[in-house]
């Protein structure tokens, strides 16, 4: 699981160009847009300091006339008493005047729910798509990645727990409306716009305005979530995104239930949901030692995802590495990550892979029919690539994937 950088934090070494541009530590000053987007296109400087974490402890409140116009919530319905019941996640949280749902970023302000964190990044970077990770959409392609504030889950090793867990005002952030942060993108010369980090399930509404305001410039969106999300929300966003990765954290609803806290079956159900809309899709099961690590779970996520989607699908079963409150588990070890693609490669899956592992011969992509070598991958780099017009280039066997911008 590597650590996602976050850029909105004052005093970290970097070059002084882009240092001087932001404000120093204890500074209680909004941080400039320009500042803020110029960082985020920094990417050779940017490449060089893996990790800035902007934590609450950190962090300042930013003052709320700074925040731009509120944002009227899409999914939600006006109960009794000028309650609201949400609609956007499966907790369907009911909310009181002046309270807030479970993910923190929508708040009830007298019978009108509104998102708190539409267009209010907390962080931004340059990173290779292979990183979200897309191994058969647009290889080596840029993704200019953002997140804004929240999650609807609290996963006990969640990397990004200082900008996903605190409540919006917590941190600090930059007002970036869709329509500038798909120019600001196309500046950069990425054709893609990545929203990841935190969970865009919260920020749904904005994932969707920033990817329409994408396509108008010629830029594709994806997204990288957890797959907690209901059905209208979720193919609305399928109309306005080209690719989804969804984390199936496990195959069980005991372990989402105390290590996720959230549920499993809507997230299988947002899986084939995404496949039948037919935007491009990949999977990720991060492998967590002595939780999620059994070859009968393996087993049954292989068999399902075979029966449900479709055993073209990527599936990538990458490395836990201890952080946020599950810190008393050792790393993953490699040879757990082997029997755990050998199993699914038993069941018939085409694509599995080897994730975290840098170096690893299960980050290569090879070709289900001839076995030939197509994509050699060392981390997000590749090395080598021989599919051609989205066939194998030895045997002319159709690949799965999106090969062209």
């Known amino acids: ?23 120093g530590p204890g500074c209680a000053m909004p941080v400039d847009r320009r500042a803020f987007l110029k960082l985020a296109a920094a990417l050779p400087c940017l490449a060089a300091f893996p990790g800035w974490l902007a934590g609450p402890k950190e962090a300042f409140a930013l003052p709320n006339d700074d ?123 990425c054709p893609l716009l990545a929203y990841t980090y935190t969970e865009p399930v919260v920020f749904n509404e904005y994932v969707v305005d920033a990817a329409e305001a994408g396509h108008a410039v010629g830029l594709r969106s994806v997204v990288v979530s957890n797959g907690f999300i209901q059905q209208e929300p979720l193919k609305r966003l399928c109309q306005s995104v ?80 201890p952080l946020y409150l599950l810190t008393n588990l050792p790393p993953t070890a490699v040879e757990t990550l082997e029997r755990a693609k050998a199993v699914a490669d038993a069941e018939g899956l085409q694509y599995v892979y080897i994730g975290n592992v840098p170096g690893h011969p299960g980050e290569n992509t090879y070709c289900p029919k001839c076995r030939r070598l197509l994509i050699e991958r060392a981390g997000f780099t590749i090395r080598q690539m021989h599919v051609q017009k989205g066939k194998c280039e030895y045997c002319q066997q159709s690949i799965p994937g999106v090969w062209k911008t």
């Open 67 to 189: 925040w731009g116009p509120p944002f009227e919530a899409r999914y939600y319905q006006k109960l009794g008493g000028n309650a609201v019941q949400c609609k956007l996640c499966p907790r369907e949280c009911v909310v009181a005047p002046g309270n807030r749902g479970y993910c923190r970023v929508r708040e009830n302000r007298g019978g009108t729910y509104y998102s708190l964190s539409h267009s209010r990044l907390v962080a931004a970077h340059i990173d290779p798509v292979e990183k979200k990770p897309f191994f058969h959409f647009l290889p080596g392609s840029l993704a200019f990645s953002v997140a804004t504030p929240g999650c609807n889950v609290n996963c006990k090793f969640c990397q990004n727990w200082e900008i996903s867990q605190p409540r919006p005002e917590e941190l600090r952030s930059v007002h970036v409306p869709p329509k500038e942060l798909a120019e600001r993108a196309k500046a950069s010369g």
């Open 242 to 321: 080209d690719a989804i990765k969804t984390d199936v954290k496990a195959f069980s609803e005991k372990y989402y239930r105390e290590v996720v806290r959230g549920e499993l079956k809507p997230v299988l159900d947002t899986v084939v949901t995404v496949r039948k809309h037919g935007r491009w899709s990949e999977i990720v099961y991060l492998v967590v030692p002595t939780l999620n690590d059994s070859d009968a779970e393996f087993r049954g996520l292989a068999r399902w995802i075979k029966s449900e989607v479709g055993a073209d699908i990527p599936v990538h079963f990458t490395r836990f590495h």
């Open 1 to 23: 699981m590597s650590r996602e950088p976050v850029v909105i934090q004052p005093g970290f070494s970097a070059a002084r160009d882009v240092i001087d541009a932001l404000p």
